[in-house]
């Protein structure tokens, strides 16, 4: 069983119904091309196939967990975060607070100088496939093994 889960918000908000907006609120996930880390629990993947139709999650790896922490990881203000703020947080750099996020020891939500999500961009050369349908259906959404060079392609 994987220890925490990358979800990236890939459809935006118009159309999306109220439960599917509250639940991705509660996720962090309120635009589209957000992306946030979330621990493995009871819940979570029951919350993630709930929004499946408009989100896309991987397990998360510590390299990749690494790379958005160091290039997409801010502060309020939208700043970016430096050193000194990983060291108040308890970490001597970003590889160990993206090792710490992928092992599901920690959440963003609770490193509180730090925001609770990742803004990400479209992706360079767009999607190879449909965000329309699952990855089942060659698609993109739902539970998606190729998610992290899309998102390597994001940041």
Known sequence: MANAYLVVRIKGQADCPYWA???MNLLKLDKKYRATILP???????MLRKVQHYVS??????????ELVEKKARKSGYQKITDEDLKELGFANAAELGTALAEGKTSLSKLKPLKPWFALAPPV??????????????GILGSNKELDTIVRRMI
Not at 40 to 46: E, F, H, Q, V
Not at 57 to 66: C, P
């Open 57 to 66: 999650w991987i397990e998360l790896d510590s390299t990749l967990a690494q």
């Open 40 to 46: 493995a629990k009871d819940n979570t993947l029951g």
């Open 21 to 23: 907006t509250h639940t």
């Open 125 to 138: 050369h767009g999607f190879k496939r449909s965000t329309k349908k699952l990855y089942g259906q060659k």
